[in-house]
């Protein structure tokens, strides 16, 4: 890019900071964590350097799918307070130079929401065709189409004699994005929060919104291929990026499920017509051998190098990636690809190093910087996620041993990332003065904020360093994204390039030494920015390379032509 940093859209530098809010903070003893919980930690976020929060949905909701069901666009949930405690909340984190991005669930509303249930029932509804219904075929379903929660994606509505598509569960009816009053209202929704200051938002399968209105069989799948990146899907985001986000400056990072690197690049291309960026999630299956994600299978190192360098190469200078390991849906990384015992510290900076410094915004999920772990739940009782007890009973169907379903669970349910956030040692680890809603991991003892605070060579300050190397090494964000060593079986080598600086990030995947050799540089210039072992910034940069158990090295060359 030839344009200066200081020209460059804030969030290209930024870094931001995911909260769940139902397992952040309490701020009383509910045992569920609340807005005033989030205002009590600001201080805390600010230390670690993020720019903004992004928070999964507030709204009013009756917390079916965990508040991607929006019962009230224009109401805060009871549990986590009200629209007066929100208000704050952009008041005190905008007063310390953080902004807000709020979670939006377009493609869908909750069957309780109103428009929903006026058009229950009643075809003569002026929010029937807010929805997608469809008469009966065969005296069944319209299609075949599955949903993503299992089982059709078609639910009668009995009075009427016809189906409302439910892509999600069926509390979650589709909205019709072909009926121009559908748009209208979510612009609407958009502006009421843009007006209070938020800054920007996060859109949730977004890329489903738009469907091939023949509604025709898959004769060969489950129906994604003709709703995923559909027909009119670029128009509409066009239009509500013209009409709403662009007016208001808002940021935008759309949730792209199943998506391409193609539409991704439209998506998120420079000219801005649409997004400012995507996730994508295809990094995230290399563990699902088969496509099969209920299993204790090894990940699969090598694909994960393929897929970061097809994406990083491919929106280089084309479009802008979300760069992120964990979420409120995914297993704790540490635990996930690496060592969250021996090696726990290790891992854990090893593993943020690799994401922060490729191209894109980074994003940081709740308890990622102290190095929290899956929890280890030793009982189907102690999980709360829906779909965790579902594949429970699947399992316990096909006769598999107790032990095996409670280590697979261990190690892929979405509960393991949505235990309470571990502030310090004490009682229910500072989260809450109540019960929690959800056991926590039993290692809060050790592993908590307090804790790593108090260690100047903890995660917690690595991340810090990383959020401030973003901002003080231009190549980070504008360099070119090689991978250095494709087939090496341990290390994942790659190189950031610009005109004025070479970055290497060189990380060792495994709890044993590996070498490789570094590429033809001015290696007499180059010098370590940063390591996860003390030491290493003083020594002198070799092109023979013997990384330590779960080790990273980041190398930065000046001037390199």
């Not at 800054?199 to 025709?216: C, E, H, M, P, T």
């Not at 084309?318 to 969250?340: E, M, T, Y």
């Not at 079986?489 to 290497?504: C, D, G, S, T, W």
Request: with cysteine; glycine share 6%; proline share 4%.
């Amino acid at each position: 890019m030839s344009r200066s940093a200081q020209s460059m859209p804030w969030w290209k530098t930024a870094a931001i900071y995911q909260i769940y809010p139902k397992s952040f903070c309490d701020s009383g003893a509910k045992g569920i964590g609340d807005l005033q919980g989030i205002i009590s930690k600001l201080d805390y976020l600010l230390k670690l350097g993020i720019d903004a929060i992004w928070l999964t949905p507030i709204y009013q909701s009756p917390m079916i799918d965990n508040g991607y069901d929006i019962a009230d666009y224009y109401a805060i949930n009871p549990d986590f307070g009200t629209m007066q405690d929100f208000e704050q909340l952009l008041k005190e984190a905008h007063r310390r130079g953080i902004r807000i991005i709020m979670d939006i669930v377009v493609n869908h509303t909750s069957t309780e929401h109103a428009w929903f249930q006026s058009a229950l029932g009643d075809r003569s509804s002026p929010y029937r065709d807010y929805y997608i219904w469809h008469k009966p075929v065969n005296g069944g379903v319209p299609n075949n189409w599955q949903s993503k929660f299992g089982g059709s994606a078609w639910e009668l509505d009995e009075a009427t004699g016809e189906y409302y598509l439910h892509l999600f569960a069926k509390q979650q009816a589709d909205l019709n994005w072909e009926n121009p009053q559908v748009r209208e209202e979510v612009k609407k929704v958009i502006r009421f929060w843009a007006e209070k200051g938020v800054d920007g938002f996060r859109l949730d399968v977004i890329n489903l919104i738009s469907k091939q209105q023949d509604f025709a069989d898959d004769e060969t799948g489950d129906g994604r291929r003709f709703y995923t990146d559909g027909p009119r899907v670029h128009e509409y985001l066009q239009e509500i990026s013209r009409d709403v986000f662009q007016r208001y400056g808002s940021v935008t990072v759309g949730e792209m499920s199943s998506t391409t690197l193609e539409h991704c690049q439209q998506y998120s291309a420079l000219d801005g017509r649409e997004l400012s960026m995507v996730f994508n999630f295809h990094h995230l299956k290399v563990d699902y051998p088969n496509g099969e994600k209920w299993t204790n299978a090894p990940f699969d190192f090598l694909q994960l190098k393929q897929i970061f360098n097809h994406w990083q190469t491919g929106l280089n200078g084309k479009g802008w990636g979300a760069l992120f390991w964990c979420n409120h849906d995914q297993p704790r990384i540490v635990s996930r690809l690496a060592n969250d015992q021996q090696y726990r510290v290790e891992s854990a900076k090893m593993l943020a190093a690799t994401i922060h410094l490729m191209q894109g915004t980074p994003y940081i999920y709740q308890g990622e910087e102290i190095g929290m772990t899956n929890p280890r739940f030793t009982s189907i009782k102690q999980y709360r996620d829906v779909e965790s007890i579902n594949i429970h009973q699947l399992m316990m169907q096909q006769g598999l041993p107790e032990s095996e379903m409670l280590a697979i669970l261990a190690q892929k349910s979405r509960d393991n990332s949505r235990t309470p956030m571990q502030w310090d040692a004490s009682r229910h680890a500072g989260f809450t003065r109540g019960e929690p809603w959800i056991d926590l991991a039993s290692n809060y003892s050790d592993i908590n904020a307090q804790a790593a605070l108090e260690d100047p060579h903890s995660v917690f300050y690595f991340y810090r360093r990383l959020l401030s190397l973003r901002k003080k090494v231009k190549v980070i964000t504008d360099g070119d994204y090689t991978d250095l060593l494709p087939d090496h079986k341990e290390i994942f080598a790659y190189q950031r390039r610009n005109q004025k600086q070479v970055l290497i990030c060189l990380n060792n995947y495994y709890g044993h030494e590996a070498e490789c050799e570094l590429p033809e540089l001015p290696l007499d210039d180059a010098l370590y920015l940063l390591g996860n072992y003390s030491g290493i910034e003083l020594q002198r940069v070799l092109a023979h390379q013997v990384l330590r158990p779960y080790e990273t090295r980041i190398i930065l060359i000046e001037s390199p032509l």
